[in-house]
C-alpha cells in the first residue's frame, strides 16, 4: 500500500524532541563508560565486552520495564500508578494458581490442574487489567487524586496475594507457562510492548488524546474528548502491562509468591522520569523510559560487577535518580526561555 | 529614591510627613508581551478620602491597582507615597509600607481561625516561643471592636461566609496599620444589608485618614460611598472629578468615549434561518430565562460585565456545564447537549474564555494544539492517525489564518497572544463549525491580530455560519454584532439591533 509509509510518517515535531532523547541516551553512555573505566582500574576487566553480563543486566530490568511501560502513559496523563508492584504480586499469585502442572503435590485447585497455557496468561491480563479499571474509574468519577486511588490499591491488591494462599507460595508450574520467563522471552516482551505502545502514543488517536488530557484536561474536555472514559483506557492498560509483568515474574522464577514485586512501582517510576517523562503530564516517550530502564539496569549491574556493598547501592541509585530529574528541571526551564 | 526599608524605618520612627496625598502616582507605564496595559496614567489619592476608579474591563484598573500593591513593578513613571518616591518590589514591601489589598478572590486560609489569618506571620508568642492563643484572639476582638465587626475570633473561616471572609480581609489590612486600602469590586458577592455593613466601616475608615481605592462598576456605589473618582480607558488615563460634580451620564461617556473606527470590517451578508434557538435556558443559582435564536450568517453579540453570567451561557450551550433547564434546538430539532463531545458533534465550535486555562496545550506544539478537536472523528485510517495529510491541514490552516511561527513544531507556549488565539481559532475552523461561539476572542491580544481576527469572524458568517460573540469590549460588540443582547445578573435586560445599538445604551442595560 502506497500511502502506509505516509500513514506512519513521523510528525516533524520529531526532529526538535530529539534532543531530549539524545541527551539521556549520553547519560546512559556515561554511565556505562564510568562503570568500564573502573572496572579497568578496580577489577582488570572490561563492564561492556561481556555478553553474557549485558543479557543478564536486560533481563533483570525486564519485569520494571514492562510496567515502566504503562506507569509512562499514567504519568503523561498527568497522573500516577502506585499499585503496580502489588498487583505483580496478585496477578502472579492467582495466575500461577491455574497454571499448575498434574504431577504437582498439593496444587490450590486439585480439579483444575495441567490446564492449558493460554488460560493463565488470560486470567493474569483480566486481573491487571481489572485493577486498573478499578484505579481509572476511582479516579475519574470520585475525582480522588491518582495518588490516593493507586495507593488503595497497592495496599488492597497485595492483601488479596497474601490472602490468596494465606502465604504459601504457589509452585509446580506447567513448562509451557514457565516458558514466557526463559532465556531471553522476557526482554522480548518488555520491547515489544514497548514497541507497540511507542507507535500507540505517536500515531494513534488514543496516544493524541493521551497528551493532551495531561498538558491541558480542561482544554481537552473542551475539545470534545471525554476525560473519564480515556483515563480509564489508561490506568486499565497500566493495569493490564503490570498483570503481564506479575505473570512473566511468577513464570521466571517458576513459582508465585505473595510478596512479589514490592518497590517495583517506584523503580518504574524512576525509570520513567530518568527517561525524561514530566511528572507535570503532557510530555514523556517509551523511547525515554526503554532507556531510562536500561539506565537502572547498568547501574544495580554495574555496582555488582563492581562488588560495591549493596547499601552503599541503594544510596547512589536514590541520589542518580534525583540527579537525572533535577537535571530535567533544569533543562525545562531553560528551553521555556527561549 | 528611598529604599522600601528605609521608608518602613522612618514610618516606624514616627517622624513621616503627614502629607495629604497619601499616594501619588505619575505617568505610570506598563507593557505586556504585546499589549500596553497602561499608558501614562496618573493617579492622587488623599488622606480621608474614598477615590473610585472606574472604566471598562480592560480600562487598566486592575493593572494599576496591582502597581500600586507591588505585585507587579512599572516600566517607567513615579509612585510617590507619602510625599516620598518608592518603588515596592513585592506585596510584602507594600503591606509593610502601608498599602494593604483587598482581593476580589479572598486570599484567605480556610482551614485556619480568624485570628491565625489576620496575624500570621506577626503572632504574639509566649515566654517559650508558642503562640500565645490567648493574646491572639483579644488582640484579634480589640480589632474587631474598633471596626464593628461582629465575628469570632476563633471560628474557622471556611465556615465563614463571603461577606464576613471580606470583614476579615479589611481587619487584617487594618491591622497592618495600612493608610492606603485597595479594594476591589468588594460588593459583588454581598447581600444588600451586608453593603450597607460595609460602607459603614469604609466611612470609618475614611473618619480615621485613611485613603481608599475603591473599584466597581456600579455607578450608585460611585454615588453614595466615593468622594473622587478616576476614570480609565484603555489603559490612559481619561480624568478625575468629585463625584458630586457629575451625573451618571456623563460617566458612561467619560468610560465608553471613543469613536468606533475602521477596525471592525462588519460584512453585509444574508442572514439565512435559525441555526440555534435557546429557550428558557437555566443554569441553577447562575443564570435563567434566556431566550435567544442565531441566524445562519448572522453575528449574536452578547455584552455585560464579568460575573454578568455572558461566560456561563456560553459554556452551557456547549455543554461545560449543561443547563439545568430550558430547551436547546439546532435547525429546528431539539437536542440534549450533556457534554462538549455531544456540542461539537452538532457542529458546534467553542473558543474559550481563558486561552491559557481552558483552550491551549501550553506545553506541545502548535500542531498537537490546531489537531485536536477534528481528531474527534476523522484523520485516522486502520485506527493510526494520517499524520501525514493532518499536517497538511494545518500547515494550510496556519498559513490562511497567518500564524507567524517559522514551524507548526513550535511549543505554543512561545507564542505572542495573538498567535495562540490564532491557533486556537484553526483548532475550530478545522471542524467546520456550523455555530461558532466565541468568547471574549480579542482580549490581550495586539491590533493587528485583532483586526484579522475580526475579518475572520466576517468571512465566516458569510459563509453561513452562526456565530456568538461574547466580548467585554463594547465597541467590537458593536462594530460586529448583528443583534446584541445585554445581561446583568444572570439575565438578559436587553436586546438592541445593530441600528439602535450604543455604547450608552449597552452600558445602561448592564450596570444598572
Known amino acids: 500500500m502506497t500511502t502506509s509509509s505516509e500513514t506512519l510518517a513521523a510528525p516533524r515535531a520529531r526532529r526538535r524532541k530529539l534532543p531530549t532523547e539524545l541527551s539521556i541516551l549520553l547519560v546512559l553512555a556515561g554511565i556505562a563508560l564510568t562503570f568500564e ?61 491455574f497454571a499448575q502442572s498434574a504431577d504437582w503435590a498439593r496444587p490450590v485447585y486439585p480439579a483444575l490442574v495441567g490446564l492449558p497455557v493460554v488460560i493463565p496468561l488470560v486470567i493474569g491480563l483480566a486481573i491487571g487489567t481489572l485493577a486498573g479499571i478499578i484505579n481509572g474509574s476511582l479516579i475519574s468519577y470520585t475525582k ?173 541509585k536514590g541520589m542518580i535518580i534525583v540527579a537525572a530529574v533535577v537535571t530535567d528541571q533544569y533543562r525545562q526551564r531553560k528551553r521555556k526561555k527561549v | 529614591m528611598v529604599s522600601p526599608q528605609t521608608m518602613r524605618a522612618v514610618r516606624e520612627s514616627g517622624a513621616v510627613p503627614n502629607a495629604s496625598l497619601l499616594l501619588e502616582i505619575s505617568n505610570a507605564r506598563k507593557e505586556f508581551p504585546g499589549v500596553v496595559a497602561l499608558d501614562d496614567v496618573s493617579l492622587k489619592l488623599r488622606r480621608g478620602t474614598v477615590h473610585a476608579l472606574m472604566g471598562e474591563n480592560g480600562a487598566g484598573k486592575s493593572t494599576l491597582m496591582k502597581i500600586i500593591a507591588g505585585i507587579y513593578t512599572p516600566d517607567s513613571g513615579e509612585v510617590k507615597l507619602r510625599g516620598v518616591n518608592i518603588q515596592l518590589k513585592s506585596p510584602l514591601d507594600a503591606l509593610e509600607n502601608g498599602i494593604a489589598m483587598i482581593h476580589q478572590e479572598l486570599n484567605l486560609m480556610p482551614y485556619m481561625s480568624v485570628a491565625e489569618n489576620i496575624w500570621i506571620r506577626r503572632e504574639p508568642l509566649t515566654r517559650l516561643g508558642f503562640v500565645d492563643h490567648g493574646e491572639l484572639n483579644r488582640r484579634t476582638a480589640a480589632l474587631f471592636a474598633k471596626l464593628n465587626i461582629d465575628i469570632d475570633p476563633e471560628v474557622q473561616v471556611s465556615t465563614l461566609s463571603v461577606a464576613s471572609r471580606q470583614m476579615v480581609e479589611i481587619a487584617k489590612a487594618v491591622s497592618y496599620e495600612s493608610d492606603v486600602l485597595i479594594m476591589d469590586e468588594p460588593t459583588s458577592a454581598l447581600t444588600e444589608t451586608e453593603v450597607a455593613h460595609l460602607f459603614s466601616i469604609i466611612r470609618d475608615l475614611r473618619s480615621q485618614g485613611k485613603g481608599i481605592i475603591y473599584i ?48 471592525f ?42 460575573g454578568s453570567g455572558r461566560s456561563n451561557v456560553a459554556e452551557t450551550i456547549f455543554g461545560v456545564s449543561p443547563a439545568t433547564s430550558g430547551t436547546i434546538a439546532i435547525n429546528g430539532k431539539p437536542v440534549t447537549i450533556g457534554s462538549p463531545t455531544v456540542a461539537i458533534q452538532h457542529g458546534m465550535a467553542f473558543i474559550t474564555e481563558d486561552r491559557k486555562e481552558t483552550g491551549c496545550l501550553l506545553a506541545l506544539d502548535i500542531q498537537e494544539n490546531m489537531q485536536l478537536a477534528v481528531l474527534q472523528d476523522g484523520y485516522t485510517r486502520f485506527g493510526f492517525v494520517t499524520q501525514g495529510e493532518l499536517s497538511r491541514t494545518c500547515e494550510e490552516m496556519s498559513q490562511k489564518l497567518r500564524v507567524k511561527t517559522p514551524s507548526l513544531d513550535e511549543r505554543v507556549e512561545n507564542l505572542s497572544g495573538g498567535n495562540q488565539q490564532k491557533v486556537l481559532i484553526g483548532r475550530w475552523l478545522l471542524t467546520n463549525p456550523k455555530i461558532l461561539i466565541l468568547d471574549e476572542p480579542t482580549r490581550g491580544i495586539d491590533v493587528g491580530a485583532k483586526a484579522e481576527i475580526h ?58
Open chain 1, 37 to 97: 573505566l573502573l572496572g579497568w582500574i578496580f577489577i582488570g576487566q572490561s563492564f561492556l565486552m561481556n555478553q553474557q553480563r549485558l543479557t543478564i543486566m536486560i533481563l533483570q530490568v525486564s519485569v520494571v520495564g514492562i510496567i515502566a511501560v504503562g506507569v509512562t502513559q499514567v504519568i503523561i496523563t498527568g497522573g500516577i500508578d502506585l499499585s503496580s508492584g502489588s498487583v505483580v504480586g496478585m496477578t502472579a499469585m492467582i495466575a500461577a494458581s
Open chain 1, 144 to 316: 480522588i487524586p491518582p495518588f490516593i486511588a493507586t495507593l488503595g490499591m497497592m495496599v488492597s491488591a497485595r492483601g488479596v496475594a497474601k490472602w490468596y494462599t494465606k502465604g504459601q507460595p504457589v509452585s509446580g508450574l506447567t513448562p509451557d507457562f514457565t516458558f514466557i520467563g526463559m532465556g531471553i522471552w522476557p526482554v522480548v516482551i518488555f520491547l515489544g510492548v514497548a514497541l507497540i505502545f511507542h507507535i500507540a502514543l505517536r500515531y494513534t488517536r488514543y496516544g493524541k488524546f493521551t497528551y493532551a488530557i495531561g498538558a491541558n484536561p480542561q482544554a481537552a474536555r473542551v475539545s470534545g474528548i471525554n476525560i473519564e472514559k480515556h483515563l480509564i483506557k489508561v490506568y486499565a492498560i497500566a493495569g493490564m502491562l503490570a498483570g503481564l509483568a506479575g505473570l512473566v515474574t511468577a513464570a521466571r522464577a517458576q513459582t508465585a509468591q505473595a510478596g512479589m514485586g514490592v518497590m517495583y512501582e517506584l523503580d518504574a517510576i524512576a525509570a520513567a522520569v530518568i527517561g525524561g517523562t514530566s511528572l507535570a503530564g503532557g510530555q514523556g516517550r517509551i523511547t525515554g523510559t526503554v532507556i531510562g530502564t536500561i539506565i537502572l539496569g547498568t547501574m544495580t549491574s554495574g555496582f555488582t560487577f563492581l562488588r560495591v556493598d549493596a547499601y552503599y547501592q541503594e544510596i547512589i
Open chain 2, 265 to 306: 470590517p462588519k460584512e453585509e451578508v444574508p442572514i439565512g434561518d435559525v441555526v440555534l434557538s435557546v429557550k428558557d435556558l437555566a443554569l441553577k443559582g447562575v443564570f435563567s430565562d434566556i431566550s435567544f435564536d442565531v441566524r445562519a450568517g448572522e453575528i449574536l453579540g452578547i455584552a455585560g460585565l464579568v
Open chain 2, 455 to 512: 475579518k475572520l469572524v466576517s468571512q465566516l458568517a458569510r459563509q453561513g455560519v452562526a456565530v456568538i460573540m461574547i466580548s467585554s469590549e463594547l465597541p467590537e460588540v458593536l462594530g460586529m454584532s448583528d443583534r446584541i443582547m445585554v445581561m446583568h445578573h444572570g439575565r438578559a435586560t436587553g436586546f438592541l439591533d445593530r441600528a439602535e445599538a450604543d455604547q450608552v445604551k449597552i452600558m445602561d442595560l448592564a450596570a444598572r
Open chain 2, 216 to 263: 466597581t462598576h456600579k455607578m450608585n456605589e460611585l454615588f453614595e460611598i466615593a468622594d473622587e473618582f478616576s476614570v480609565f480607558r484603555d489603559g490612559r488615563y481619561i480624568g478625575t472629578h468629585a463625584s458630586t460634580d457629575v451625573t451618571r451620564d456623563d460617566i458612561i461617556r467619560m468610560m465608553v468615549g471613543r469613536e468606533i473606527t475602521q477596525m
